[in-house]
């Protein structure tokens, strides 16, 4: 089981919100028509950078069926599901599996820690619960237990676990993953899940990313791929310098605050920006986007 080049560069949508914080469906068709006449290779919505700790079941599924029913098979599709045990993420596989979703994406389960052996008997689980439906592995250390890379490297003796998003941005540890999976899995696929270190991701071995820049500034990262293919290193280099300050705008706020408002300086309709210190981050980056790009 393999993942092809349809789904390499990853857009990780926001979801956008009114006043009352209820999910803005208009909002998140508007997003998905955009992405699907975008640069992106495929679309990932509720995601951590989606919110979806903040979604129930019910809210979820409301926006991956939107997406689907927006995408109508333009763009590859990738479901978050993202949960607190085997039995919860089996329900939303389950659930996008019927919408024509291409894969999920997993990680290990938030609020308790686990140990290593408990990591790779949860995988195990939702693999063997997903029948033949590609799973991609999440590792986001700071919001639940990592992946290790003696886990990491058991787990891809599992045919439908197909590819894993790192989340670190430590490179070193990226650049070994690489070589495991190539040497063990040459058909499996690594992902950065940062911006910032895309260039050098792909330069350890990386097959593609799974980014919130990927939805808001496709341009920018289909070129850094552009360029990295046709071995245009030091072009590559300097586009994914270019997007630094913006990120660092979007880093300075509680995470995803930061994305959020960069969706919405690039036309989303959602409520975010109103504390003064948004205010001046969200103003800053439209100033930005105006002048640099």
Same mark, same amino acid.
């Given at each position: 089981?393999?993942?092809?080049?349809n789904?390499?560069?990853?857009?990780?949508?926001?979801?956008?919100?009114?006043?009352?914080?209820?999910?803005?469906?208009?909002?998140?068709?508007?997003?998905?028509?955009?992405i699907c006449n975008s $640069?992106?290779?495929?679309?990932?919505?509720v995601?951590?950078t989606?919110?979806?700790?903040k #979604?129930d079941l019910?809210?979820r599924?409301?926006v991956?069926k939107a997406v689907?029913?927006?995408n109508?098979g333009?763009?590859?599709l990738?479901?978050?599901?993202?949960?607190?045990s085997?039995?919860?993420?089996?329900?939303?596989?389950?659930?996008?599996?019927e919408?024509?979703?291409d894969?999920?994406?997993?990680?290990?389960?938030?609020?308790?820690?686990?140990?290593?052996?408990?990591?790779? @008997?949860f995988?195990? $689980?939702?693999?063997?619960?997903?029948g033949?439906?590609p799973?991609?592995?999440?590792?986001?250390?700071?919001?639940t237990?990592?992946? $290790?890379i003696p886990t990491?490297e058991?787990l891809?003796?599992?045919?439908n676990f197909?590819g894993?998003k790192?989340?670190s941005?430590?490179?070193?540890?990226?650049?070994?993953?690489c %070589?495991?999976?190539k040497?063990k899995?040459?058909?499996?696929?690594m992902?950065t =899940?940062?911006?910032d270190?895309l260039f050098p991701? #792909?330069?350890?071995?990386?097959?593609?990313s799974m980014t919130?820049l990927?939805?808001?500034?496709p341009?920018?990262?289909?070129?850094?791929?552009?360029?990295? @293919?046709?071995?245009?290193?030091? %072009?590559?280099?300097?586009?994914n310098?270019?997007?630094?300050?913006i990120?660092?705008?979007?880093?300075s706020?509680?995470?995803?605050v =930061?994305y959020?408002l960069?969706?919405?300086?690039?036309?989303l309709?959602t409520y975010e920006? %109103?504390? @003064? %210190?948004e205010?001046?981050?969200y103003?800053?980056?439209?100033k930005?986007?105006?002048?640099?790009?």
């Open positions: 089981m393999k993942l092809d080049q789904f390499r560069m990853v857009a990780v949508t926001v979801t956008p919100f009114d006043e009352n914080e209820k999910v803005r469906i208009d909002a998140v068709i508007k997003q998905t028509e955009e $640069e992106a290779d495929a679309i990932l919505p995601a951590s989606g919110d979806y700790v #979604l019910h809210e599924a409301e991956f689907a029913e927006t109508k333009r763009k590859k990738i479901a978050s599901a993202c949960d607190t085997a039995k919860r993420v089996l329900q939303t596989i389950a659930a996008v599996k919408m024509g979703y894969a999920c994406l997993v990680c290990p389960p938030y609020y308790y820690p686990l140990t290593q052996p408990a990591v790779y @008997d995988f195990k $689980e939702v693999c063997a619960g997903a033949d439906f799973v991609i592995g999440y590792h986001v250390p700071f919001f237990t990592g992946i $290790e990491f058991k891809l003796e599992i045919p197909v894993m790192d989340s941005a430590v490179m070193k540890r990226i650049a070994h993953l %070589e495991i999976a040497a899995r040459p058909d499996f696929a992902y =899940g940062t911006d270190c991701a #792909l330069c350890a071995g990386c097959f593609g919130a990927a939805a808001t500034m341009k920018q990262i289909r070129a850094i791929y552009d360029a990295f @293919d046709a071995r245009k290193m030091d %072009e590559a280099m300097a586009i310098q270019s997007i630094l300050p990120i660092r705008q979007c880093d706020l509680t995470f995803p =930061g959020k960069l969706a919405k300086a690039q036309g309709d920006g %109103e504390k @003064d %210190e205010k001046a981050v103003e800053t980056i439209q930005m986007l105006k002048e640099d790009f």
